[in-house]
């Protein structure tokens, strides 16, 4: 039978025990675990399409993927059964019919990402997975400086890790990229997240410019060494990789 459905599926989950989103064949993935559930409820094999593939640690609340299917299951029914299936870590918060044509990845005009930044000399535990930990308050307005000049189309090779793209394809836009907004926001006093909004971004970017935006925090670099980082669209000029375990995939825009 052709598969004539397209379910839409709007995911949340906590990535702290899965090696990504991205099936893998030795490895436990966000992936991984939804197609194996949607065999046993569809008796067929079943592709999902992510808007994205989040690395080994990272969490989403916004992730938005789909899938074909000739099963007669009701959307309402693919939410329920998908949710007593799969491990807790993973919830489906919607399931919808979807045009034809849709693609969760392709149909895409920009993600929003979040990272999140405890500081203070002790952690809660209950954020330890979810935020990352630095002991001292960071010049935010330093940081909001530097985000304003990640804002606009720039080449981000600054901030790229190898992977993302085969570098030596013709064409394509290579490592240019549109942040619509990069802001910073302070919650309870002793949280920071920051926020991203663009038409797309490159393997590790997010983590990459988190990085180096706390060594300006941090008062390592000036505003001015920042734009020439961006500027340089050399990786080894810019800061360390943040770790995954603060990043969030917060929306997905069609």
């Known amino acids: 039978m052709p598969a004539t459905r397209n379910i839409r599926l709007l995911i949340g989950y906590d990535g702290s025990d899965f090696s990504g989103w991205q099936r893998q064949e030795n490895g436990r993935t966000i992936q991984g675990e939804i197609e194996a559930a949607l065999a046993v409820m569809t008796r067929a094999e079943v592709f999902v399409h992510g808007a994205g593939r989040t690395d080994a640690g990272v969490h989403a609340d916004g992730m938005v993927a789909h899938f074909h299917t000739a099963a007669r299951i009701s959307c309402a029914n693919f939410r329920r059964g998908l949710n007593a299936m799969l491990p807790l870590a993973i919830r489906i918060y919607a399931a919808e019919e979807a045009e034809p044509t849709f693609h969760a ?40 400086r530097c985000l304003g000049l990640l804002e606009g189309t720039h080449d981000f090779s600054s901030f790229e890790n190898s992977g993302t793209r085969d570098k030596a394809a013709p064409g394509g836009r290579g490592a240019v990229r549109t942040i619509h907004s990069a802001r910073l926001a302070e919650e309870d006093g002793s949280m920071i997240v920051l926020h991203f909004q663009g038409d797309g971004f490159l393997r ?8 180096t935006l706390l060594e300006a925090g941090r008062g390592r670099i000036t505003e001015e060494e920042f734009a020439a980082i961006l500027a340089a669209r050399e990786r080894s000029m810019a800061g360390p990789t943040a770790p995954a375990h603060g990043l969030w995939l917060s929306r997905v825009f069609y």
């Open 105 to 144: 990845r392709f149909s895409a005009v920009a993600k929003e990402y979040r990272y999140e930044i405890f500081h203070g000399p002790i952690q809660p535990p209950r954020l330890r997975h979810y935020t990352l930990h630095i002991t001292h308050r960071p010049d935010l307005q330093a940081i909001s």
């Open 204 to 211: 590790n970017m997010v983590r990459n410019m988190v990085g």
